[in-house]
């Protein structure tokens, strides 16, 4: 992983808050009603074939654990609505031969307004000497 | 939701538990839309170091947030919602979420709940999810 990629930005990606996948959301995790809020995850997968991608942040995805996972949320999302998923490199560490990165993502709705910012914090392990 | 007169500091969300099996974790990923080989792929998974397949971190904060929903009433009353994943979950284990409340602002009519999700292995209490935080509007 490359630390001077820190401040990266990607273009927006078009998501679809789709009533089927949020039922099965619903199904899986035993909610009744609305999105769950962890449905925001879907989203997120739609904007991350860029940052995998990304030559110049370099991050080796087979070496890659999941760290940690926020999100908040201005308003709830809204089944059926159309989004877009603004990522961006929030930062970039070097700790002990592993590498965190924040990766930060922006869901804005269609008026421009961000309804909901993920972090996912990704560990890019040492590579095995 | 959830009437702020009912609800004081250090109260404790009920625990909610649930065995992960292998068709949980197909159907997660086919609804996420996170198709790593490591959710999937018994082979794959030892190559990493793991005795098989492990659940998505995101599967079991999933089922934390839903232990959130339970207690807050309705989803749309999450304002927020974090987790740090700290050990794997293999299939046929039993998760349990749980948490408590740390504060109340009754000016915004919200609580903060610290929240975790815990797994007995082998004698001992591993934790999937450790310092989780929600944060959650109250009516």
């Known amino acids: ?129 | 939701m959830r009437p702020i007169e009912t609800v004081s500091i250090g109260d404790q969300l009920p625990e909610l538990s649930r065995v992960v099996t292998r068709e949980d974790v197909r159907g997660y990923a086919d609804a996420s839309g996170d198709h790593n080989p490591l959710h999937r792929d018994d082979a794959f998974a030892r190559s990493v170091g793991f005795p098989g397949i492990i659940a998505h971190g995101m599967f079991t904060m999933g089922h934390m947030a839903a232990a959130v929903v339970a207690w807050a009433g309705r989803p749309d009353a999450v304002l927020a919602v974090s987790a740090q994943f700290r050990a794997p979950v293999f299939m046929e284990e039993t998760i349990v979420a749980g948490g408590r409340v740390r504060s109340i602002d009754d000016g915004t009519a919200t609580a903060v709940l610290e929240t975790w999700v815990r797994v007995e292995r082998g004698g001992r209490t591993e934790w999937p999810v450790k310092k989780g935080e929600a944060r959650v509007r109250l009516a």
């Open chain 1, 1 to 129: 992983m490359n630390p001077a990629a820190e401040g990266t930005t990607y273009p927006a990606v078009a998501f679809i808050v789709d009533p089927s996948r949020v039922a099965a959301f619903r199904a899986l995790f035993g909610i009744d009603e609305g999105v769950p809020p962890t449905f925001v995850t879907a989203a997120e997968f739609a904007a991350f074939p860029q940052v995998v991608a990304d030559r110049h942040l370099d991050l080796d995805f087979s070496r890659v654990v999941h760290g940690s996972q926020g999100y908040d949320f201005r308003r709830p999302l809204r089944e059926g609505e159309a989004l877009v998923v603004r990522a961006r490199i929030e930062s970039i560490r070097m700790r002990g031969g592993n590498g965190f990165v924040m990766i930060a993502m922006d869901l804005e709705d269609a008026d421009g307004v961000v309804v909901c910012t993920a972090r996912s914090q990704m560990i890019e392990r040492a590579a095995e000497a």
